[in-house]
């Protein structure tokens, strides 16, 4: 994270009571100001919902998504993630960021996380960068994420990737020094 002060700007809004109310249970509930919370309001639709809606990408309720996963045999998950990979997820990524890269990716797969709700930690150490993802999909989830990760590390050239699956986890392990 850019730890210099960021350079920011007052705006006055008028907002529906009903609302306003709603944001300031919302910031009492996570303990932050109306002001952070309604920051992290704004940069969620510019980083990720109004690209996304761009791009294509919609939200599947995880009661609907595990049905489908469970009726899947292992196999047919690694052909999926072949298939997304066929089909285009660097133009996917392109039209949400721009940019194909392993630090514009690793913010929309962080985005992609949060709005997702999954739980997961990241940790960056010495030219190294490791994820936990805890998804609670299933195992099959686990092998999708990790193929699709391998082929983007694949794809920009990365070496020595490791990854690590559960029947709920995922951990993602990349060396950043190439």
């Given at each position: 994270?850019?730890?210099?002060?960021?350079?920011?700007?007052?705006?006055?809004?008028?907002?529906?009571?009903?609302?306003?109310?709603?944001?300031?249970?919302?910031?009492?509930?996570?303990?932050?100001?109306?002001?952070?919370?309604?920051?992290?309001?704004?940069?969620?639709?510019?980083?990720?919902?109004?690209?996304?809606?761009?791009?294509?990408?919609m939200?599947?309720?995880?009661?609907?998504?595990?049905?489908?996963?469970?009726?899947?045999a292992?196999?047919?998950?690694?052909?999926?993630?072949?298939?997304?990979r066929?089909?285009?997820?660097?133009?996917?990524?392109?039209?949400?960021?721009?940019?194909?890269?392993?630090p514009?990716?690793?913010?929309?797969?962080?985005?992609?996380?949060?709005?997702?709700?999954m739980?997961?930690?990241?940790?960056?150490?010495?030219?190294?960068?490791?994820?936990?993802?805890?998804?609670?999909?299933?195992?099959?989830?686990?092998?999708?994420?990790?193929?699709?990760?391998?082929?983007?590390?694949?794809?920009?050239?990365?070496?020595?990737?490791?990854?690590?699956?559960?029947?709920?986890?995922?951990?993602i392990?990349?060396?950043?020094?190439?």
């Amino acid at each position: 994270m850019n730890k210099r002060k960021r350079q920011t700007e007052s705006l006055t809004l008028r907002i529906e009571k009903e609302m306003l109310d709603d944001l300031r249970k919302e910031s009492e509930q996570k303990t932050v100001s109306i002001n952070t919370l309604t920051n992290q309001i704004i940069k969620s639709y510019i980083k990720w919902y109004s690209p996304a809606q761009r791009a294509g990408i919609m939200f599947v309720p995880k009661c609907l998504l595990i049905p489908i996963i469970d009726n899947l045999a292992e196999y047919q998950m690694e052909r999926l993630a072949e298939q997304f990979r066929k089909s285009g997820y660097e133009e996917t990524l392109l039209m949400m960021s721009k940019e194909y890269s392993l630090p514009v990716i690793l913010d929309l797969f962080d985005s992609w996380l949060n709005v997702s709700n999954m739980q997961f930690d990241r940790e960056s150490s010495e030219g190294s960068l490791t994820y936990i993802i805890n998804h609670g999909v299933g195992r099959k989830w686990s092998l999708f994420l990790e193929k699709v990760f391998w082929y983007i590390v694949e794809d920009l050239g990365i070496t020595g990737a490791r990854f690590d699956v559960t029947d709920g986890t995922v951990t993602i392990k990349i060396n950043l020094k190439q």
